[in-house]
């Protein structure tokens, strides 16, 4: 069974940082690309950044240069490390994998920046 299980949400002044982790069970965590992404009140859901097996990433417009995702095969977890925060940044972050074709979702973190 899938579970993803996100951390280090919280309140943070604007321009600030808040790093974030997400620790994986039930996959074959090294095989897998991994993603982040989050939902803000009354938006859609928005793809962060995403993370290959090989560790390359790519990252949403939004947050380009100020965040940054990293995973640690060792220990099956995925960061994101958010520098320069702003207003806008505030949202739930969920942590996403998909295996065998189903998307499976952790429940969430609330980031809020306050300015």
């Known amino acids: 069974q899938v579970q993803l299980v996100e951390s280090g949400g919280g309140l943070v002044q604007a321009g600030g940082s808040l790093r974030l982790s997400c620790v994986a069970s039930?996959?074959?965590?090294?095989?897998?690309?991994l993603a982040w992404h989050r939902q803000a009140p009354g938006k859609e859901r928005e793809l962060v950044a995403t993370?290959?097996?090989?560790?390359?990433?790519n990252y949403g417009d939004s947050v380009k240069g100020r965040f940054t995702i990293s995973r640690d095969n060792a220990k099956n977890t995925m960061n994101l490390q958010m520098n320069s925060l702003k207003p806008e940044d505030t949202a739930v972050y969920y942590c996403?994998?998909?295996?065998?074709?189903?998307?499976?979702w952790g429940k969430g973190t609330l980031v809020t920046v306050s300015s």
């Open positions: 996403n994998v998909k295996k065998f074709g189903r998307d499976y």
């Open positions: 039930g996959i074959t965590f090294s095989m897998y690309a």
């Open positions: 993370i290959t097996s090989g560790g390359s990433a």
